[in-house]
């Protein structure tokens, strides 16, 4: 039953079935189960009808060179092609050079806004960018994403 609430990449859409899944939870308590599914396949959601998105990790004791490598991988990896391609290229770029407080202010622009598209309105300038995240890092992004020099950025840097 859970794996059909899956979508195909994996990711479970549960604003999608938030309704099926109440229903089937208060099917399953009042014992009208129609789909024979056992107690344990049935998630419960009746105390919390909503996601919380995890808090801006702290990372205190990690070594700069391990930063480096984790902020290059979440570069790669967001979930959104166009900031794959945009941060990727930029970390590519300029990870290396950056200073420790540089990439303190990386980490925290591509760590904290729990939704892609900010940053990529931001980086667009199509939204305002809120003054937490408005420091030379995001000016380094924004330069980065004009492309002035015509890159051709169709595909990831290599590892």
Do not use: C
């Amino acid at each position: 039953m859970l794996r059909s609430l899956f979508n195909g990449v994996g990711r479970f859409n549960v604003v999608q079935h938030m309704p099926r899944l109440l229903s089937r939870n208060l099917a399953s308590k009042s014992g009208n189960d129609k789909n024979g599914d056992s107690e344990s396949d049935i998630v419960h959601l009746e105390d919390s009808a909503f996601i919380t998105i995890p808090e801006y990790p702290v990372r205190p004791d990690e070594p700069l060179e391990q930063r480096r490598s984790r902020l290059l991988y979440q570069s790669r990896k967001r979930g959104m092609l166009e900031n794959d391609l945009l941060l990727s290229t930029f970390a590519a770029k300029y990870l290396k050079k950056m200073s420790a407080e540089q990439i303190e202010m990386y980490d925290h622009l591509i760590n904290k806004p729990s939704n892609d598209w900010d940053i990529y309105n931001w980086a667009l300038g199509s939204k305002p960018t809120p003054s937490e995240y408005e420091n030379e890092i995001m000016d380094m992004f924004r330069q980065h994403v004009k492309n002035e020099h015509k890159e051709k950025r169709i595909r990831m840097p290599d590892l």
